[in-house]
């Protein structure tokens, strides 16, 4: 097992993700502060801040909002802790030093922590588990302590959360009362509380409840006829949905909600990496290749229904009514990980990218304001956002959401890149991402030059502390890499001598100053779909290194379904000048439109002409106003 490089001990420095680290810290993370303190108006009211401090007894007032309410804050709070990291501010952490105050005023004496039942239903605690997210929101403060932590040594909130642990602890677990989440989260919080304190009991709590679900599928029809009430409405026998149809060791593809999904598949091979566990290994191979191999968008997005936010079934990918939530493409990045840490495969860091580049920045307004919760690949204004089966899918971000998991989440994963980007063993450091910046690890330092993701130029300066030093510098190349070539002090390598499973691995005794270069090319890529998939078929969808091309109507006029990419058409690759897109990569080339008559039906034949077209990436789509949208074109 590789372990995870600390957050600390990585710097990003490029000129891509430097500038999103900036805007997060500098303009998103305060806004989202005054978001959930109820201060910014014309948006969806959160009150989420208020929660705790009515709970807390500080003052007066009614519950509010989702009753997951409280898992806002908790993502903000971790987004903070890594902020912290990568960019210390003194006031920020003073003000979240107050909100976590105030939810430790909120904790009860028992230790329970959740607002909506400490005002609202005290007498409902641990009732419904099914619906009501007490565990789902225990788990995300505890991420959030743990990662407050690590970031600035203080332990109140990690307090807090050990004492709501072993409440949780002296209800759920072996000889205790039976009870697995709605929402699986409570594992991956445990598991994080886990590798901060070295607690054996967090592990073991984090087993049971992955242990416990599918053991008995009829848990959540029992405990509501226990119960007798009801909050959202949720079908019981709808097993499916939360994963609850068999024990998790016997399910072989993604099914359900796919948070659900992808957050219980994350702790799975948490806990298989802690344990051992090579049935539960087994069991994340193949819920792996089920999403990967045929549940999958292009752009890193899964779940591709409205109805549950679920995945349906294979090669069911339709682009226009599809769901793709952001934190959907965050899940799927945190099991990726996890993956990649039980065993190096550059298939599994190949789909973090893919989702990273694509399906999770797509989930922000490019000016960090507006925040996007299903991820189209084709939206068509008068349709989508509007029309019976397309209301989920809008064409423009809203500035916040009553069901606001989205915005905090994409934000905490982007503050803790650095951690996703390399990990160690004893004796091999592995670069798993082009971050340019700084990372130290037990062998050496390392500095990264990159122009990724719009050059395939990547420098390592590597610094080993002792001299002499006798390590494995694994980089991945990507699946997608042509013409890869590697050189130390530059004298190229025999790829075939040192590449497997889509990383190379450069042993050897390293001297201070060395320096590793990886290049490729990055051509304009066409990408075509398996016929299986049905919206897809005839069609092409453009990649240029991590990034799918999307066209929109501000660049190529109305009517995008009118449009054909020639097999012959030669693609330009440009630096926009667009005011909005400055800087970034767009292609250009010579298509053609097609023209038919006015008549709804006729026998005369559609004609073409010439048209130049443009795409951009898609991760910045609908930034410049209303307009159509579209990643796979038919082609001709």
């Not at 590798?195 to 592990?203: A, F, I, P, R, S």
Request: charged content about 25%; aromatic content about 12%.
């Amino acid at each position: 097992m590789n372990k995870n490089v600390k957050l600390s001990n990585t710097k990003i420095a490029d000129e891509f993700w430097s500038s999103y680290q900036n805007l997060i810290a500098d303009e998103v993370i305060p806004y989202q502060e005054q978001i959930l303190d109820d201060q910014i108006p014309n948006v969806e009211k959160s009150h989420a801040f208020a929660n705790f401090r009515i709970a807390a007894g500080l003052e007066e007032g009614e519950f509010y909002g989702m009753v997951f309410q409280d898992s806002d804050v908790a993502k903000w709070l971790e987004a903070v802790a890594y902020s912290l990291t990568v960019k210390p501010d003194k006031e920020l952490e003073e003000r979240a030093d107050a909100v976590i105050a105030v939810i430790e005023k909120a904790q009860q004496p028992d230790g329970y922590l959740n607002t909506y039942f400490t005002i609202k239903e005290p007498e409902h605690r641990w009732q419904n588990l099914h619906e009501c997210h007490e565990l789902y929101c225990a788990g995300h403060m505890m991420e959030a302590a743990a990662a407050y932590y690590e970031a600035t040594g203080k332990d109140r909130l990690l307090k807090v959360m050990e004492r709501m642990a072993d409440h949780i602890g002296s209800i759920f677990g072996p000889d205790k009362r039976s009870g697995i989440p709605g929402h699986q989260e409570i594992e991956v919080g445990l598991m994080a509380m886990y590798h901060v304190t070295g607690d054996d009991k967090y592990l073991k709590l984090a087993q049971y409840f992955i242990d416990e679900r599918g053991k008995n599928p009829h848990f959540f029809e029992e405990e509501k006829e226990k119960r007798g009430w009801t909050h959202f409405g949720l079908d019981p026998k709808d097993t499916l949905y939360n994963q609850s149809f068999a024990p998790v060791r016997e399910q072989k593809d993604a099914v359900g909600h796919s948070v659900r999904a992808v957050y219980m598949y994350t702790a799975m091979a948490d806990i298989a990496a802690a344990t051992g566990d090579t049935t539960l290994i087994e069991a994340c191979d193949r819920l792996w290749d089920s999403i990967t191999e045929r549940r999958v968008y292009i752009t890193g997005g899964i779940g591709s229904t409205v109805e549950g936010e679920a995945f349906s079934i294979d090669y069911d990918l339709p682009n226009d009514t599809v769901y793709a939530e952001t934190c959907a493409s965050i899940g799927l990045i945190f099991f990726a990980k996890k993956m990649l840490d039980l065993h190096p495969d550059g298939k599994y860091a190949d789909v973090l990218e893919k989702a990273l580049y694509n399906g999770v920045i797509s989930g922000m307004q490019l000016d960090g304001r507006k925040f996007f919760y299903v991820n189209p690949l084709e939206v068509n204004p008068g349709i989508s956002g509007q029309l019976f089966g397309y209301k989920h899918v809008l064409p423009e971000r809203p500035g916040w959401y009553a069901c606001a998991c989205c915005p905090p989440n994409l934000v905490r994963l982007v503050m803790s890149l650095g951690k996703y980007a390399w990990s160690e063993s004893e004796d091999t450091i592995y670069s798993h991402l082009y971050l340019g910046g700084q990372a130290s690890f037990d062998q050496a330092d390392i500095e990264v030059e990159s122009s990724y993701p719009w050059e395939a130029k990547v420098v390592y300066k590597v610094s080993p502390k002792k001299e002499n030093a006798f390590f494995t510098l694994t980089i991945r190349i990507p699946g997608y890499a042509k013409n890869t070539k590697i050189t130390v002090n530059g004298e190229e390598v025999r790829l075939e001598d040192v590449v497997k499973n889509g990383y190379a691995y450069l042993q050897r005794k390293w001297q201070k100053a060395d320096m590793v270069e990886l290049t490729f090319d990055m051509p304009v890529r066409r990408v075509y779909c398996n016929t299986k998939v049905r919206d897809n078929e005839g069609c092409v969808a453009l990649l240029r290194g991590p990034m799918v091309y999307a066209f929109e109507g501000v660049d190529n006029g109305e009517r995008l379904q009118e449009l054909r990419i020639p097999k012959t058409a030669e693609m330009k690759v440009a630096v926009s000048d667009d005011e909005v897109l400055k800087g970034l990569r767009v292609l250009e080339f010579n298509g053609k439109r097609v023209h038919s008559s006015d008549e709804l039906y006729s026998e005369e034949e559609p004609q073409s002409s010439p048209v130049e077209m443009k795409a951009i990436p898609y991760f910045a789509w609908g930034n410049r106003g209303l307009n159509q949208m579209k990643v796979w074109m038919l082609e001709v």
